[in-house]
T-cell receptor, first 113, second 112 residues
Framework: LAKTTQPISMDSYEGQEVNITCSHN???????ITWYQQFPSQGPRFIIQ???TKVTNEVASLFIPADRKSSTLSLPRVSLSDTAVYYC??????????????FGAGTRLAVHP | ETGVTQTPRHLVMGMTNKKSLKCEQH?????MYWYKQSAKKPLELMFV???????ENNSVPSRFSPECPNSSHLFLHLHTLQPEDSALYLC???????????FGPGTRLTVT
């Protein structure tokens, strides 16, 4: 079971790029890395998912080094509305690993004016 | 905006009451999930259904009873709850097990 470690909180300012790193030292060969965003009193929202190298979508980029023992979620030019909790999950999605998609404590990002 | 709806949004119940939470997804997904999120705690996966069949029960007390009559609807029946069961209960669905999950807005449950 791949455990993840993230910073508890981060602060940033509007317009800056924010990078949140997640450590998953015992990631397995078949595990994928998934990031979710959660606003207060709402359900989490899928942001991005990847296996290796770099993945980019309209919201964020995900950088995964060759050893896959960590990953970095990059949010370009954050705004106040990006203030939320960000979760990094690691799990084997295609072999019944859904039950191992454990949400940790997440990283609480606060964006300031 | 969300394709997953939950009712009610807020619920207050006594420890001797029986109530049910409802979740409906309009996304054509095959898998549905119940999560519990207590204050200042991570989300806890409770139940997983795939094609209406329960595939996961994460050691949830029997006072929580799920029901999945079809792939679009999921219920969580509650009875004789404890105050520590007060939490945000979230429903989610996904096309297949484990892939991108879409969450509902949750039901804020308070047990008095």
């Amino acid at each position: 079971l791949a455990k993840t470690t993230q910073p508890i909180s981060m602060d940033s300012y509007e317009g800056q790029e924010v990078n949140i790193t997640c450590s998953h030292n015992n990631i397995a060969t078949n595990d994928y890395i998934t990031w979710y965003q959660q606003f207060p009193s709402q359900g989490p929202r899928f942001i991005i998912q990847g296996y290796k190298t770099k993945v980019t979508n309209e919201v964020a980029s995900l950088f995964i080094p060759a050893d896959r023992k960590s990953s970095t979620l990059s949010l370009p030019r954050v705004s106040l509305s990006d203030t939320a909790v960000y979760y990094c999950l690691v799990g084997d999605l295609f072999s019944g690993g859904y039950n191992k998609l454990i949400f940790g404590a997440g990283t609480r990002l606060a964006v300031h004016p | 905006e969300t394709g997953v709806t939950q009712t009610p949004r807020h619920l207050v119940m006594g420890m001797t009451n029986k109530k049910s939470l409802k979740c409906e997804q309009h996304l054509g997904h095959n898998a549905m999930y119940w999560y519990k999120q207590s204050a200042k705690k991570p989300l806890e996966l409770m139940f997983v259904y795939n094609f209406k069949e329960q595939t996961e029960n994460n050691s949830v007390p029997s006072r929580f009873s799920p029901e999945c009559p079809n792939s679009s609807h999921l219920f969580l029946h509650l009875h004789t709850l404890q105050p520590e069961d007060s939490a945000l209960y979230l429903c989610a669905s996904s096309q297949d097990l484990g892939v991108e999950q879409y969450f509902g807005p949750g039901t804020r449950l308070t047990v008095t």
